[in-house]
T-cell receptor, first 109, second 108 residues
Framework: NAGVTQTPKFQVLKTGQSMTLQCAQD?????MYWYRQDPGMGLRLIYY???????DKGEVPNGYNVSRLNKREFSLRLESAAPSQTSVYFC????????FGPGTRLTVL | GIQVEQSPPDLILQEGANSTLRCNFS?????LQWFHQNPWGQLINLFY???GTKQNGRLSATTVATERYSLLYISSSQTTDSGVYFC??????????FGIGTKLQVIP
């Protein structure tokens, strides 16, 4: 039982490049989330998915897209990365109690 | 949207001391969680506590939903307790809002 897994752990991009962050959970949760964490701040919600086939914007969705591939997997895509997207990205799952993955540290140069 | 305030922002403790961290929120919430982010960045669930009191070893938490606050108690602190403690509240069905955290340093 791995819980919530994320890949990659680290990534460096150049401005304008694209990439997809992958997240998977094995807890049979309907709800999944993507957050970003910036220095000195709490986590801010980017997108969430209440169930397979549905996605909704959170607090800071600009510059991101998501796909809920199936019940287990929820991916976050940066189409044209910008330095302002340098952050640590966390995926989470769970409706009432949330469980977090280990995070992806992304640097955009 | 809902506002979540945590206090104190920073805390330094001598090993063995006790502490109380506070989370205030501005509106009714469906649930509340406390997390510990360790120095390696991992977010660890401490408590899911929409109301009432729970205890887990040296840690305990109390949420008084009607008065819009929650408290996290750490007793006999250890150096491994160092890190950032976050409070997160849920309003409505999905929206979750985090506080900016209390940074705790426990020194030997």
């Amino acid at each position: 039982n791995a819980g919530v897994t994320q890949t990659p752990k680290f990534q460096v991009l150049k401005t304008g490049q694209s990439m997809t962050l992958q997240c998977a959970q094995d807890m049979n949760h309907n709800s999944m989330y993507w957050y970003r964490q910036d220095p000195g701040m709490g986590l801010r919600l980017i997108y969430y998915s209440a169930s397979e086939g549905t996605t909704d914007k959170g607090e800071v969705p600009n510059g991101y897209n998501v796909s809920r591939l199936n019940k287990r997997e929820f991916s976050l895509r940066l189409e044209s990365a910008a330095p302002s997207q340098t952050s640590v990205y966390f995926c989470a799952s769970g409706a009432n109690e949330q469980f977090f993955g280990p995070g992806t540290r992304l640097t955009v140069l | 949207g809902i506002q979540v305030e945590q206090s104190p922002p920073d805390l330094i403790l001598q090993e063995g001391a006790n502490s109380t961290l506070r989370c205030n929120f501005s509106d009714s919430v469906n649930n509340l969680q406390w997390f510990h982010q360790n120095p390696w960045g991992q977010l660890i669930n401490l408590f899911y506590i929409p109301s009432g009191t729970k205890q887990n070893g040296r840690l305990s938490a109390t949420t008084v939903a009607t008065e819009r606050y929650s408290l996290l108690y750490i007793s006999s602190s250890q150096t491994t307790d160092s890190g950032v403690y976050f409070c997160a509240v849920r309003e409505g069905y999905q929206k979750v809002t985090f506080g900016i955290g209390t940074k705790l340093q426990v020194i030997p």
